[in-house]
């Protein structure tokens, strides 16, 4: 099990919004690939999958805000 | 205008000037070298213009634009949809737009910082031209008073930068008035409208280029 989570993106920044997810709940999805477009003011920024698995669960739905930290989805 | 584009290449080192360019070509290229850059190709720095488009970012609001289809489409003015943060924007001739695609991993990983950096070279790029420019808390880009003259709306993917920033040097100005730019309810200048007389080209850019490489530390050759 594995948890996609909001990484630090630099001092002063402590939230984004969840503006697009490339994949969905059951896709199979690899090391490497795009998984979630996140969103400041001024910056789109994409998540990568650290490893090969499957969607097990989306957490933060597009549109939602996120904390620096906070789990989006779980892989398996 | 536009003699930005009428200009000799500026191709140089990390410097890579393509002249005007269709939107949807600079941005292939843009995704190309970011994969590139991310397997550990050299950065680089795309400057360009772009014939006359609209795009908007994630946070768009398609309300922001003020023109109808018909008008657009008079204009033969292209709607686009991208992956960059920030509202609606319009690129036209007379606008350097600046495509910095870095390697934010040589940088601390801060998208903060590099937010900031870019933004001061654009500051500092404007003193060239006597234009005291400065940042407004809590709206993008860089102002002249109450004018808006420069854009910032980044991408990243791994750590690596791509989008960037659009400086009015002679733009159109009426232009924007399809827009509302960046959801700001404001109005736009350039170098040419504030100062009040023709800039050259060529020194443009290679204005830029100095600013950019001693800001963003980056090699010029």
């Known amino acids: 099990m594995y948890h996609v989570v909001l990484p630090e993106l630099g001092e002063g920044i402590e939230k984004a919004m969840v503006a697009f997810w490339h994949c969905k709940v059951g896709d199979q999805v690899y090391k490497d690939s795009d998984l979630v477009e996140l969103v400041t003011d001024k910056a789109a920024f994409n998540v990568a999958c650290d490893f090969d698995g499957v969607i097990k669960e989306v957490l933060i739905a597009e549109g939602q805000e996120a904390k620096i930290g906070q789990v989006l989805a779980v892989i398996e | ?221």
């Open chain 2, 1 to 221: 205008m536009s003699d930005l584009t009428a200009a000799q290449s500026l191709t140089t080192g990390s410097f890579v000037d393509l002249g005007l360019i269709d939107y949807s070509q600079a941005y292939r290229l843009q995704k190309e070298t970011v994969a590139q850059v991310i397997a550990g190709a050299p950065e680089r720095v795309f400057l360009c213009e772009h014939p006359v488009v609209l795009t908007l970012g994630r946070m768009a609001d398609r309300g922001y634009i003020l023109a109808s289809k018909d008008e657009l489409a008079a204009h033969g003015i292209e709607i686009l949809s991208i992956d960059r943060g920030g509202e609606v924007t319009l690129h036209a001739p007379g606008q350097l737009v600046v495509y910095p695609i870095l390697d934010l991993r040589k940088r601390g990983k801060n998208l903060k910082q590099y937010l900031y950096d870019l933004e001061e070279v654009a500051i500092q790029f404007l003193q060239h031209y006597k234009i005291f420019s400065v940042r407004k808390p809590g709206k993008t880009g860089v102002w002249v008073g109450a004018q808006k003259i420069v854009s910032v709306g980044v991408g990243v993917r791994k750590w690596v930068t791509y989008h960037g920033l659009g400086i009015n040097i002679n733009t159109d100005l009426t232009l924007f008035s399809l827009i509302n730019p960046c959801g700001l309810n404001v109005t736009m200048a350039s170098i040419e409208s504030i100062i009040g007389q023709a800039v050259m080209s060529q020194k443009v850019k290679q204005d830029f280029c100095e600013v950019f490489m001693r800001s963003l530390r980056l090699k010029g050759n």
